[in-house]
């Protein structure tokens, strides 16, 4: 379960940061690139949290605590970027598409706006999960690996932070948070494949 919802999560980050990079370049317009932004976003969400539940499941008792916590946050990250894509996409493009937008104004994914915010949360809390998940692996071996790629995409948080809460929003600044677009897909990838390597070690006794 950890290595299929890891390489699911990954997939999805991956497509999700292309379809990023498409809208920005111009490639993509309205309803496309939102339905697709926020698709694949979406996407991402319960392979993740399964992701770091199997990852807790799989942590030397020792070491549960920070598993335990990183789930947690996981779920954290879970609540504000479900909450936020459903409303897009459930109800803000639709809206948008029959020209009735005005009325649900309030819910619209825009700088500083409430939704805005919550996808800003959300990405906040999946930095803290690989954060305090770092403990949990071996500074030797592919857990280094693994490691790292936690740590550095924990390490890209205050960037998504700044691009998220900075008084004026610009395309230019989106591209200094663009280095999540490889921590994050990274980070779940190499965990995904620390739980083959080691399903097949177990496979070997």
């Not at 390489?7 to 490639?27: M, R, S």
């Not at 809460?165 to 965990?191: Q, R, V």
Request: charged share 10%; proline share 5%.
């Amino acid at each position: 379960m950890g290595f299929w919802t890891g390489l699911i999560a990954f997939g999805a980050a991956a497509a999700y940061v292309i379809v990023q990079l498409l809208q920005v370049a111009g490639f993509l317009w309205f309803p496309v690139d939102e339905i697709l932004i926020y698709g694949t976003s979406l996407c991402i969400v319960i392979p993740f949290v399964l992701e770091i539940l199997a990852l807790h499941y799989v942590t030397p008792v020792g070491k549960k605590y920070w598993s335990h916590a990183a789930l947690i946050f996981s779920v954290i990250y879970a609540v504000f970027v479900t909450a936020n894509y459903v409303v897009q996409l459930a109800t803000v493009i639709p809206m948008k598409l029959k020209g009735t937008s005005d009325e649900v104004r309030v819910l619209e994914q825009t700088p500083h706006s409430l939704f805005w915010d919550f996808d800003a949360l959300g990405y906040i809390f999946m930095g803290l999960t690989t954060l305090i998940a770092t403990p949990v692996f071996e500074k030797q071996g592919f857990q280094k690996w693994v490691r790292i790629s936690f740590l550095a995409n924990a390490l890209v948080t205050p960037l998504i932070s700044f691009v998220y809460f900075y008084p004026g929003y610009s395309d230019k600044l989106l591209l200094l948070g663009f280095p999540w677009g490889i921590t994050a897909p990274l980070s779940m990838l190499l965990l995904a494949i620390m739980f083959k390597k080691n399903y097949e070690i177990q496979k070997s006794f």
